[in-house]
């Protein structure tokens, strides 16, 4: 168990549908990245927050958006979902600081488009 | 731009046997750290490995090694005397220092089935 953890674990929705996933970050760790894994695009990064603020971006597309709130934990907002969307989203985490580049990863969410 | 590029898609072989998952990286940066994961079927990512890009030191953790070379940018995987739990994706990636934050670039993964 990494300490960072994801909600929810599964979510089925249909296209045009927007949803909502949810990261909280292991104690004291302020940064928080978004990963999306799919099987045609592999393991990608989305997004990096540090403290509430972006601090990376990725491939991210224009229908998705993130935000850390200041409890530090991070929502990762999709919408106008399409079928290519359906992938298995993580969330990381790591401590303050560049120097370990070391990121504790969460158990992932699994969306599926219908 | 930085790139991971695991050139095994599948690697088949039977228990006990030794395995190797190359791994070859790209960057033109100096400072950079590499890493292993493991996906079982299960999908959750687990930590392996971290080796930043000053140490070349080899390591070695029970039946896992791995071998660093800066000379031919990579970073190759082995387990000896395999055992099916080994069964598993692993992936390879790359962290760079990016605008303040860092980000890891993975590579395509290499599926690795150990059959009895």
């Known amino acids: 168990d990494s300490g960072v953890t994801q909600t929810p674990k599964h979510l089925i929705t249909a296209t045009g549908q927007r949803v909502t996933l949810r990261c909280s970050p292991r104690?004291?760790?302020?940064?928080v990245y978004w990963y999306q894994q799919s099987l045609d695009q592999g393991l990608q990064f989305l997004i990096q927050?540090?403290?509430?603020?972006?601090?990376a971006k990725g491939n991210i597309l224009e229908r998705f958006s993130a935000q850390q709130f200041p409890d530090l934990h991070s929502e990762l907002n999709l919408s106008s979902l399409e079928l290519g969307d359906s992938a298995l989203y993580f969330c990381a985490s790591s401590p303050p600081g560049t120097g370990t580049h070391e990121q504790f990863f969460g158990p992932g969410t699994r969306l599926t488009v219908l | 731009a930085q790139k991971v590029t695991q050139a095994q898609t599948e690697i088949s072989v039977v228990e006990k046997e030794d395995v190797t998952l190359d791994c070859v990286y790209e960057t033109r940066d100096t400072t950079y750290y590499l890493f292993w994961y493991k996906q079982p079927p299960s999908g959750e990512l687990v930590f392996l490995i971290r080796r930043n890009s000053f140490d070349e030191q080899n390591e070695i953790s029970g039946r896992y090694s791995w071998n660093f070379q800066k000379s031919t940018s990579s970073f190759n995987f082995t387990i000896t005397a395999s055992q099916v739990v080994d069964s598993a994706v692993y992936f390879c990636a790359l962290s760079l220092s990016e605008g303040g934050g860092n980000k890891l670039t993975f590579g395509t993964g290499t599926q690795l089935k150990v059959e009895l």
């Open positions: 104690s004291g760790d302020l940064s």
């Open positions: 927050y540090y403290n509430g603020e972006e601090r």
